[in-house]
Structure formats: structure tokens, C-alpha cells
């Protein structure tokens, strides 16, 4: 059974049932352990909530109800403890999912699979892991917000505390002008509170919560946000942000408009916090797909960086910490993940342990604002022409067909460095990189590239995947 994927479990309401969300919660609790349960503003996230409590109590688990929180205010209020948050995220108002997370960490795959082994015995009375009647847990409710944009807050002047108010209070933000489009997610909840208390001006857009999402999709695109980008342009601010449904995501345009790549800004924060690490040996891990200028930016700070799988970046930063703790080749004794992330994703290690947009939006905005504009901010960065195809591939293919790729690419590209840990990764002299990797939802092969050639680079690596498919087929 596979109920997980790269973000917990998600999908259409039909599937993600409460029938699924009482065995998820019945599978998930124990006797003794306390969770916190919270949602998004979806139509049917109360309803679901309702059936993990039951399941998760019926397991002898307590059960704290935060209510309708971003993402990452459940996952602050599970350290110490664990957590449930229902979301779909940037998924369509019709869907919901399923997330869990231990002591502010996403579960990792192991802890899933035996979520779902657990799911699968249910029909056995002697795997049913319900407990005796008198062991059943209790509910009970938790105020979060309030001490996660406290926690948020704190951070980032602890950051970027140097300019003040007049009474002394911390205000990185001084001066700076800040429009955020919630998109009826919940962000509404956090970001623009959170940034007007470090001194920005700020107007917020879409910032009521509304299941259906009217306003806009819930993902923010350059499509979706055409609204918010024409009202970027006929007003005068410094900075737009732009968030997703459970604010995980955060999507950064600049006073035109304009969408700034999400590798850029993943490049501007992580030298960022390798520039200002106090480690000799900072790391930034981040993902196959992620631009070579992000390695740019983090080398010529001091850094390095480790790459992960997709919606694994929690499982990347406990690799680089045990092998910082066994002294593996590579790792120095003050060795410490100082950022990680992938494209519109960010976990800001300093602060937690988890998927953060409503920190980014913070985060973000005081560079700017160290910066004097976002030009400035993007100044050092090579942005080099992206592209992003996908070839047909059958499901029952891919495995075969990838392994041949592990030698007809690198065959192909000799001058390349080539990693294979996460597809096939070659990267070149000049920064140009090509990624291949399959699909873990649809039948086909991506193809990812960067470089100042991409559609030749992309060709040439078509050329190759196609031709290995038909010989695998």
C-alpha cells in the first residue's frame, strides 16, 4: 500500500475520505503521546479533523486542537510532541491531504511506511492498534497563532535587529513598503501581522480565508497571480510576496511585478545564512532540480552544498548531521545545515525544522530591505535560461529505462560531473547543469536544464532519453 507521496498524503476528497483520515489517525497514535491537530480553510477540512481526532484518541493518543493555522504553525506547535495538519496546500479547493510531523520534522519515509503497513493490517484484529476502552485519549483545544508569529517575529530581529524604533524595539523592516496576496490561504492569519510588527508598511490582498479560493488558485504562478502583479505595477512598493493555500510556499515579485525565479531567491537567502554562519563548515541542502546558482552564491560565501530528493529535505539535513557526528568524508567537526530548501520551499534550520513561507515572507523582506531594492538583492546572482519538458515514459518502463540512463548520458556527455542519486545530475564547467529524472505521479521522464545554450543542452538530452526509452520498452 502507498498512501504517501513527496508531501504526505493528498489528493481528491473521494480518496482522501474520513474513512482514510480515521485509519491515518488510528494508525498514527499511541497511549500516552499527545498530538496536535490542525487545518486549513478548505470546506472539508473540519470534517476530516474530526476523523483523525477519533482515530488518534481511539489509539490512546491526546489530542491538542489548534484550529485553522498555517502549515507551519502546526508544524511549530508539534515540537515536543507530534502533529497532524489537514492541507492540500497549492492543490485545487476540491482536494485535502494529510500531513504528520514529529517534534517540528516532517514524518521521514520510514515512519510513513509503517503508517501504511499499519493501514493495511487493520483487517486483522491483532494489528488493529486500537486501544483497551479505559486508555482512550482526550481533546482538548491550544491557542497557537499567537506565540508562532511571537516566535517568528523574535526570530528574524534576532536576524536583522539593527535598525530600532523610537522606543527601542527592533525594526528591520523600517520604511520598507510590502504588498502580500494571501490567496484566501492562511497566511492571512500570520504574514501581514507578522511583518507590520517589523515595521513594514504592508497591504495585504485575498487576506480572508476562503475555501474555494475565488479570489485566485491556490498555487501562485505568473498566471494565477496576473491580478496581483497589475496591482503591483499601478502602486509603489518595494517588494511583493505572494503565498499559497497553507503558506508553506512563498512566491517573491519585485515592485514591477515581475516574478523573481524561485532559484534566485533560494540562492539570495542560502548565501545569506552561509555568509553569516559562525561554522566552519555551513551546508545548504537542497534538491536535484535546483539551480547551479545556488552553488555559485553558497561556494563563494564558504559553504557547500548537499542535495536531496524531492520533499526530502528533512531526511537531508539528518543525513549531513549523522555524518558530521561519525566524522564521513566531507563533513568537518563544526559542521551545521545552516539553510535548506527547494524551489518556492524553505526550512530556515536556526528557527525549525520545517517548511516555513510565513519566516521566508519575513526573511526575504529584511534583505531587501538590507539590500535597498530587490535589484540590488539579485545583483550577484547568474541567472542563466531554464527549461523544463517532459517525455512520454510507461510507468512499468521507467526503472529499466533509468538505469540505462546512468550510462547512455554520462556516455553522451563526457566532460560532464555526474551524480546519480536522485536521477542523473550532470553539471558542467560553465554552470550549465541537465537533470533527468522520472515522473512519480505520471507516465513520463523530466527533463530540467540550465544554461546559457538550454535548448540546445535540452535537445541533446531529449535525443538521448527517447532513444533509451524505445530500447527499454
Excluded at 535540452?458 to 526509452?469: D, G, H, K, N, P
Aim: charged share 25%.
Amino acid at each position: 500500500m502507498t498512501l504517501f507521496g513527496t508531501a504526505g498524503i493528498r489528493g481528491p476528497v473521494e480518496e482522501v475520505t474520513p474513512s482514510l483520515a480515521l485509519s491515518v489517525g488510528q494508525a498514527t497514535g499511541e497511549p500516552g503521546e499527545t498530538f496536535v491537530v490542525g487545518r486549513d480553510g478548505r470546506e472539508t477540512g473540519p470534517a476530516l479533523a474530526a476523523a483523525v481526532e477519533a482515530g488518534l484518541e481511539s489509539a490512546g493518543a491526546d489530542v491538542r486542537r489548534v484550529g485553522e493555522v498555517p502549515t507551519p504553525a502546526l508544524a511549530f506547535a508539534s515540537r515536543g510532541r507530534k502533529g497532524v495538519m489537514l492541507t492540500a496546500s497549492h492543490n485545487p479547493p476540491e482536494d485535502n491531504g494529510i500531513k504528520l510531523f514529529a517534534n517540528g520534522v516532517e514524518y521521514d519515509r520510514n515512519a510513513e511506511r509503517a503508517i501504511e503497513d499499519r493501514i493495511e493490517g487493520d483487517d486483522d484484529p491483532d494489528t488493529t492498534n486500537l486501544a483497551r476502552w479505559d486508555q482512550w485519549g482526550r481533546p482538548s483545544t491550544l491557542e497557537v497563532l499567537d506565540q508562532y508569529r511571537d516566535a517568528v517575529v523574535a526570530y528574524v530581529r534576532e536576524q536583522f535587529g539593527d535598525s530600532r524604533s523610537a522606543d527601542g524595539t527592533p525594526t528591520p523592516l523600517a520604511g520598507l513598503s510590502v504588498a502580500v496576496d494571501c490567496g484566501n490561504g492562511m497566511g492571512s492569519h500570520a504574514t501581514p501581522r507578522v511583518l507590520e510588527r517589523l515595521g513594514a508598511e504592508v497591504i495585504a490582498i485575498n487576506a480572508n480565508v476562503d475555501g474555494h479560493f475565488d479570489a485566485r488558485e491556490s498555487k501562485p504562478t505568473p498566471e494565477t497571480l496576473s491580478e496581483f502583479v497589475a496591482f503591483l505595477e499601478e502602486g509603489s512598493f518595494d517588494i511583493g510576496l505572494a503565498h499559497d493555500g497553507d503558506a508553506d510556499r512563498l512566491v517573491v515579485l519585485g515592485p514591477d511585478g515581475e516574478v523573481i525565479h524561485e532559484d534566485t531567491v533560494l540562492a539570495v537567502v542560502a548565501a545569506h545564512y552561509t555568509e553569516t554562519s559562525d561554522v566552519d563548515d555551513p551546508v545548504v541542502v537542497t534538491t536535484p532540480n535546483a539551480s547551479a546558482r545556488i552553488d555559485e552564491q553558497v561556494r563563494s560565501a564558504g559553504g557547500r552544498v548537499e542535495r536531496v530528493r524531492l520533499g526530502a529535505l528533512h531526511e537531508g539535513i539528518a543525513r549531513v548531521r549523522r555524518e558530521a557526528a561519525r566524522g564521513a568524508e566531507g563533513a568537518d567537526d563544526d559542521t551545521a545545515v545552516v539553510f535548506a530548501a527547494e524551489p518556492w520551499k524553505h526550512i530556515h534550520t536556526a528557527f525549525g525544522g520545517w517548511i516555513d513561507g510565513v519566516a521566508s515572507a519575513a526573511v526575504v523582506a529584511a534583505l531587501v530591505a538590507n539590500a535597498g531594492n530587490t535589484a540590488a538583492l539579485r545583483d550577484p546572482i547568474t541567472e542563466r535560461p531554464y527549461r523544463k519538458i517532459s517525455v512520454d515514459c510507461p510507468d512499468d518502463v521507467k526503472v529499466d529505462a533509468m538505469a540505462a540512463l546512468e550510462t547512455a548520458l554520462p556516455d553522451a556527455f563526457p566532460e560532464a560531473t555526474v551524480d546519480t542519486d536522485y536521477g542523473v545530475r550532470l553539471e558542467f564547467d560553465d554552470a550549465s547543469w541537465v537533470l533527468v529524472r522520472p515522473s512519480g505521479t505520471e507516465p513520463y521522464v523530466r527533463i530540467y536544464a540550465e544554461s546559457d545554450a538550454v535548448d540546445e543542452l535540452v535537445e541533446a538530452a531529449r535525443t538521448v532519453v527517447e532513444s533509451t526509452i524505445a530500447d527499454s520498452s
